[in-house]
T-cell receptor, first 112, second 108 residues
Framework: SQTIHQWPATLVQPVGSPLSLECTVE??????LYWYRQAAGRGLQLLFY??????ISSEVPQNLSASRPQDRQFILSSKKLLLSDSGFYLC???????????FGSGTRLTVV | RKEVEQDPGPFNVPEGATVAFNCTYS??????FFWYRQDCRKEPKLLMS???SGNEDGRFTAQLNRASQYISLLIRDSKLSDSATYLC?????????FGAGTILRVKS
């Protein structure tokens, strides 16, 4: 069966520090991969998605970037965090566009 | 206009009640539709897909009205454990777009 792993679960980082969040999927190949952010009490905002290795689509201009160095690995990065980057970051995967997405357990990021 | 709109609630209902949520969307090219459930401080989990013919899963019934561009979720015989935020979602292109969610609180 397919599983999605996301870490760390919780992160507290100072303003201006770098960020790297990793997401991996097991048990499938060539998944569609997604990064979402959810601010406290708000809905899910799509940040990036990828339909293949090296293919990244950005939905929201910001100081975040994403990379997909391997088929089942999706990384979210920032060179310098802002206070406004705080939130609940969720990785998700899907076998195709007609299927529901499965989410990882998320990373709760607090920028201080 | 937002791509997906939901009444944020909260809907406060007694155990055993029937409750319905609606969700409207603006993009007529949307291809697939879903309802998700999100518990406090957890990731969203897929509750059910939504088909044009309507579909049922136990106490949950989902329907899609493409002409009016809305989807609905009906929960019968509400349980305390149904308390959560319910998110509607739709796909167009390669993106899954979510509504902001409707809060349901079931009380004894």
């Amino acid at each position: 069966s397919q599983t999605i792993h996301q870490w760390p679960a919780t992160l507290v980082q100072p303003v201006g520090s770098p960020l790297s969040l990793e997401c991996t999927v097991e048990g499938t190949s060539n998944p569609n991969l997604y990064w979402y952010r959810q601010a406290a009490g708000r809905g899910l905002q799509l940040l990036f998605y990828s339909v293949g290795i090296g293919q990244i689509s950005s939905e929201v201009p910001q100081n975040l970037s994403a990379s997909r160095p391997q088929d089942r690995q999706f990384i979210l990065s920032s060179k310098k965090l802002l206070l406004s980057d705080s939130g609940f970051y969720l990785c998700a995967w899907s076998p195709g566009q007609s299927y529901g997405y499965t989410f990882g357990s998320g990373t709760r990021l607090t920028v201080v | 206009r937002k791509e997906v709109e939901q009444d944020p609630g909260p809907f406060n209902v007694p155990e055993g009640a029937t409750v319905a949520f609606n969700c409207t969307y603006s993009n007529s090219a949307s291809q697939s539709f879903f309802w998700y459930r999100q518990d406090c401080r957890k990731e969203p989990k897929l509750l059910m897909s939504v088909y044009s013919s309507g579909n049922e899963d136990g106490r949950f019934t989902a329907q899609l009205n493409r002409a009016s561009q809305y989807i609905s979720l009906l929960i019968r015989d509400s349980k305390l454990s149904d308390s959560a935020t319910y998110l509607c979602a739709l796909v167009y292109g390669n993106k899954l777009v979510f509504g902001a969610g409707t809060i349901l609180r079931v009380k004894s």
